[in-house]
């Protein structure tokens, strides 16, 4: 399975990941070389089994549902690239 | 009397107890080793010097008050993946080149209160996508029995610390080989738990499903100890296991007569190094002395496991690394003029090379049109993976087999092929889909390079595993080896 330059810039929009000109071909050679390997497990008859989304099939554990986490707004934006009055910043959305 | 980057564990513990040495000397022994060879290794990407020296007092304190526990005064040194309250935690990247972790990974938390002393963080593959630990941001790590190779990766910085004496014990993650691989191309012992074993809170996420920490050291006794405070139900982690822990140094001495072990026919087929061959072979000979007994057994879909891996792993790794977006921590692009732009450049600028391809194949396979394709079969794939392993440890009591087809490559080598490089992790990522514990053990040497023998178990079989490696290790010298440069 090849995957063409025009995929490699939708899915690298999709991952909001600025992909140079230069760099599309290279992506499509080398992803491609990955799915051709991934498509190895066409060989496989999985007709019938069950998918595994865990590897020892637990169950998802619920917590009580009560507030324990305490205010850390401030520790936890220390390290935020910009923020003001406890909001992150980020370049203007709505006109 | 061997130095003290000789002794193990135990040994450093009696000199601690008997006041021969203080806590805080062994502290500057270690950093001190750090300081004359690291330069030659890249294995360190921060070394935390007043911390590790703070530590140290209070372990000393500790000791002199006959409240030391096990771990107590003994150095060890964090993989960048673990979260670390008030230091840098970069996993490896330029996107956490900034970030000073607010909170302490589980892991931390616990090995600091076992009062342990924090010689700083180690060197890694980035966000643990590699097999070599070139792919640092902080560039590649070596192989201190050999400069020209690779550590092995992604935990390449532990793996070359331990074996360079530059620290006894270590903290790694394991994903599809990432702790197995790197013990075996530096000749020390490394186990994967089974996956829910160890917490993965504040261990930054690469594939959820498949990720597990554990402990790295020179051998299977230090490791036991190390597990002890590393191992155990985490209420932060919602998948961790609520299964009761062992004292994983209880068994050690078991005896091993009536073993069964099983060889699975598919891990000794073309495309294994003789050498490595050899060793295994001769290590067979070894537990049969022991009592054990050698039987052939079959994972007739290994195969499968390397294809279904490069879906699953790629897809939670998009997901989880969505999260780098460049607004509230992390990277941010310069001057960004909207949010998309804000988003796409951050992201391009904090990311290398192999982490973006990976992104991407995950964002492909899990994209519209494409999900029953890709993610649906790759997770049916899995079940037949662990289906064989369950068949094949209902025939005997642990599976083993080598590492990696190979000794550690030169650098350079595997970063022309990524696909060369993954088909490389074929014997360790099986486990990782199945959620097995496995061990990696140093078992001779392929070309002056370290081989290492891989002990495959039943799920939370760690004690057992441990055993079987302390007893080879009770006969065997190969673990006690380093490498000229460094003794």
Redesign the interface.
Known sequence: MS?TPN??KK?????????SSEEVER?AH??S????????????D?QG????????D?N??L?VDSVSESD?RE??Q?????VENGL?L????IE | MSALHQLSLRELRALLEQKQISALELAQHFLGRVHTHDAALNSFVNLSEERALADARRADELLAAGQGGALTGIPLAHKDIFCTQGTKTSCGSRMLDNFIAPYNATVVERLQAAGTVMLGKLNMDEFAMGSTSESSFYGATKNPWDTQAVPGGSSGGSAAAIAAGLTPLATGTDTGGSIRQPAAYCGITGLKPTYGRVSRFGMIAYASSLDQGGPMARCAEDCAWLLNAMAGFDERDSTSSEQPTEDYVAQLNADLSGLKIGLPREYFGAGLDAGVAQAIEAAMAEFRRLGAEVREVSLPNSELAIPAYYVIAPAEASSNLSRFDGVRFGHRCAAPKDLTDLYERSRAEGFGDEVKRRIMIGTYALSSGYYDAYYLKAQRVRRMIADDFARALSEVDVIMGPVAPGVAPNLGESLKDPVAMYLSDIYTVPVNLAGLPALSLPAGFSQGRPVGLQIIGKAFAESRLLNIAHQFQQVTDWHRQMPQAFV
Do not use: T, W
Request: contains cysteine; glycine residues 2%.
């Open positions: 995957i995929e490699v899915i690298a929009h999709l991952a909001r990941m600025s992909i992506y080398d992803l070389g990955i799915l051709d390997l991934v498509e190895r497990m066409n060989q496989a999985v089994i069950e998918p595994m989304a865990h590897p020892l637990m998802q554990r917590r850390q520790q936890l220390a390290c935020a690239p910009a992150f980020v370049p203007k959305v």
